[in-house]
Each structure stands twice: as structure tokens, then as C-alpha cells.
């Protein structure tokens, strides 16, 4: 199994832009997390799905951030507008139900200027 | 989640044993001790869970005091590839909030 693949590995944009960042779990796995990783905090939970449907996005910092699940095998991480204080790595995971073993992708780095 | 409390950094001699400590005096009855690592630039990596008896597996041993409230992770013959930042996590397990990590404990082997 490949594990959980994230792309872009790296993404660099300016302040305004659109970010989006993706995600493909393991296969076979019902629940997907979203995490952000920064000196000051710490790795955070954003949100995370299970079967697809978002069960919890108290994480997710504000407007500008949404996440979709369109089907099993895909997430997207949006950014719009993106600010510099959004600049850290974002990490994907995924684990089976039933199972307490969380998988995590290699991550997204993001850097907005 | 119980609280956990987990000293900041530690050293480590290669191939010695490294014994990562974990305080959770507030945990319940329900809840179990994960424990992650983090090497530098990689996402999280599960190591082993337990409730009460100790545990072992290919990566390490967790050895949970009597009384539930503090535990120790043990990597046995510790490698270079060893050093990384180590999470003790303490939730009640399949419930949907997932895991919530701390700041970890920085170690560093050292050859």
C-alpha cells in the first residue's frame, strides 16, 4: 500500500491566492483528518470525515477554510483568500474504523508571501 | 482526553535503552495511553497503545504504572533514526474525536 499521499509536497503563493491542497487515503479507510502543524501550536486537528461526511470542523480556523470529501479515495483543503499566518505544514490522515492506528501523509508545506 | 504531562527533551546514547516518560494522573478508567512519533519533516508515526498491562511490539514497549496515572515508553537499543519528537496521547479509544497531540517529548540519540 502506498499509505496516504498528499500533494502538493510543497506550495508557494502569495497573500490573496487560492490554495488548495489534496489528499488520498488509504484505501479502505472511513475516516480522514486534516491537521496543521506550526511552531507556536503545535499539530492541530482542522477537521476530520468519516464515510466522507464531516463530523467535526470546530477546528477549522475560520471562513477561509473549507474541506471536501467528494468520495472515498479523495479530500481537498481550501484556502481562499490565503494570508501569511496560513504558512505551515498541513497533514492528511487516515485511519480504518475500528482501529485506533492513524496514518499520516508526508505532508503539505505551505508558505504564503 | 486526560491532560498528559511529558518532559520536554531528552538525550539518549545509541544503542542504549531510552525510557520516555508520560504523566496522565487524571485519567480514566476508559481511556488509553497512545503513543506517536514525529521524525523531522515526516507526519506522525504510531508506535503502540495500551490500557493497563503492559505492552510490546516490534518498535517498543509501554509499561503502565498499577495505578494508571503515568507510563513509560521504552525503546530498547535506540538508533539514530530514533530521533524525533514523541507524543503520549491519552483518549478513550473509537470515539469519534480523534487524536489531539500535545508538544511531545524532543529526544535526540546521540552516537
Known amino acids: 500500500d502506498a499509505g496516504v499521499i498528499q500533494s502538493p509536497r510543497h506550495e508557494v503563493t502569495e497573500m490573496g491566492q487560492e490554495v488548495t491542497l489534496r489528499c488520498k487515503p488509504i484505501?479502505?479507510?472511513?475516516?480522514l483528518f486534516w491537521y496543521r502543524q506550526t511552531m507556536m501550536r503545535g499539530l492541530e486537528l482542522l477537521i476530520y470525515f468519516n464515510n466522507n461526511v464531516p463530523i467535526d470542523d470546530s477546528g477549522m480556523p475560520e471562513d477561509r477554510f473549507s474541506a471536501k470529501m467528494p468520495n472515498a479515495s479523495f479530500s481537498t483543503l481550501k484556502i481562499q483568500p490565503s494570508e501569511p499566518r496560513d504558512s505551515a505544514v498541513y497533514f492528511c490522515?487516515?485511519?480504518?474504523?475500528?482501529?485506533?492506528?492513524?496514518?499520516f501523509g508526508s505532508g503539505t508545506q505551505l508558505s504564503v508571501l | 482526553d486526560a491532560k498528559t504531562t511529558q518532559p520536554t527533551s531528552m538525550d539518549c546514547a545509541e544503542g542504549r535503552a531510552a525510557n520516555l516518560p508520560c504523566n496522565h494522573s487524571t485519567i480514566s478508567g476508559n481511556e488509553y495511553v497512545y503513543w506517536y512519533r514525529q521524525i523531522h519533516s515526516q507526519g506522525p508515526q504510531y508506535i503502540i497503545h495500551?490500557?493497563?498491562n503492559n505492552e510490546t511490539n516490534e518498535m517498543a514497549s509501554l509499561i503502565i504504572t498499577e495505578d494508571r496515572k503515568s507510563s513509560t515508553l521504552i525503546l530498547p537499543h535506540a538508533t539514530l533514526r530514533d530521533t524525533a519528537v514523541y507524543y503520549c496521547i491519552v483518549r478513550v479509544p473509537y470515539n469519534n474525536n480523534d487524536m489531539r497531540f500535545g508538544a511531545g517529548t524532543r529526544l535526540t540519540v546521540k552516537p
Open positions: 484505501s479502505g479507510h472511513d475516516y
Open positions: 495500551g490500557l493497563k
Open positions: 490522515a487516515s485511519r480504518i474504523g475500528g482501529s485506533e492506528k492513524l496514518f
